[in-house]
């Protein structure tokens, strides 16, 4: 069990160690940015919003630092923050000292921080997915936070086995990106390449007997197809490139195949994250390889 504190003023002084945490999480959030991957050296904390968000968070490897929330909120939670280390203060306050703290309206009554847990080099984190039946998302340049945690929240629907950043990606814990994640991003595997070594990283997954699917409106052959004729035996990776301009050339040439989604004549493309969907449940349709779990319907 956490330990619960009522807060009625900012001077509580159980709570002035934690308030620079959660002071103007919305402009210090927006003037961040996404620290270096390449090393474990600080990656800083993330904000999980709302009861869905908490749920994956106290399951998930990153550290629960505090949380703060509302009267109305804790009883809908309790079974949440029962997970808890018992050092894990919990402070309970009105909803307008919440807001005048943070600098925005909670409409969810429910803030946390955690410590980010140390993201995996993309080695390891190949090794750990290796048994994994599902297919592998890599976006490149995607920098929308929107697409980003839908695609991460498209992935654990459909049963991917993980996702890898390439290039300029948005941060997929940035707070509204694990929002709309639905906190799958604390929980599905991940890992980014630094940008200059992208074309090594796209090596490294041929090498590891990935086939490698780069998605895209002038594909020359339909993914569905693509799917069947591709032997249960090979591991399929699906690259979803930035809104616009889509994958870099050099990333399309080293691909096994440029596919395309079956649309209706005049429409160029879909949005990135619809598009990750509608191909990831075709992805999901693909037989497991021999010696691994079958893939299993996931449940909401």
């Known amino acids: 069990m956490p330990r619960l504190y009522r807060i009625q003023s900012l001077a509580d002084p159980t709570f002035a160690p934690f308030a620079p945490d959660y002071a103007n999480v919305k402009e210090r959030q927006l003037a961040g940015g996404f620290t270096d991957p390449t090393t474990d050296s600080p990656l800083g904390k993330l904000y999980a919003e709302g009861q869905t968000v908490l749920h994956q968070l106290v399951r998930s490897h990153h550290r629960t630092l505090s949380v703060l929330t509302t009267d109305a909120r804790l009883p809908t939670i309790q ?8 050092d894990v203060p919990v402070f309970i306050l009105p909803q307008p000292l919440m807001d005048g703290i ?134 399929l990776a699906l690259l979803i490139g930035a809104e616009g301009p889509g994958l870099r050339g050099p990333t399309m040439s080293r691909c096994t195949h440029a596919v395309r ?18 191909a990831l449940y075709e992805l999901s349709k693909q037989p497991s390889p021999p010696g691994r779990a079958p893939r299993q319907p996931k449940r909401s």
Not at 79 to 86: M, N, R, V
């Open 261 to 278: 989604l079956q649309m209706a004549p005049g429409v160029d493309s879909l949005n990135a994250s619809v598009a990750a969907a509608i």
């Open 79 to 86: 079974p949440d923050l029962d997970l808890l280390a018992p």
């Open 102 to 235: 943070v600098g925005f309206h909670i409409h969810r009554g429910l803030l946390a921080v955690a410590a980010r847990a140390p993201v995996p080099t993309l080695d390891t984190f190949l090794h750990n997915i290796t048994n994994h039946p599902g297919p592998l998302v890599v976006l490149e340049d995607l920098a929308n936070h929107d697409n980003v945690g839908g695609i991460f929240r498209n992935a654990a629907a459909f049963g991917a086995a993980g996702i890898l950043l390439a290039g300029t990606c948005a941060d997929p814990l940035y707070r509204k990106s694990i929002r709309v994640s639905c906190g799958h991003a604390l929980r599905l595997p991940w890992t980014r390449t630094h940008p200059h070594a992208w074309p090594d990283a796209l090596a490294t997954l041929h090498h590891a007997g990935w086939s490698t699917l780069a998605l895209t409106p002038l594909g020359d052959q339909p993914l569905d197809a693509v799917i069947q004729t591709t032997p249960p035996t090979h591991r």
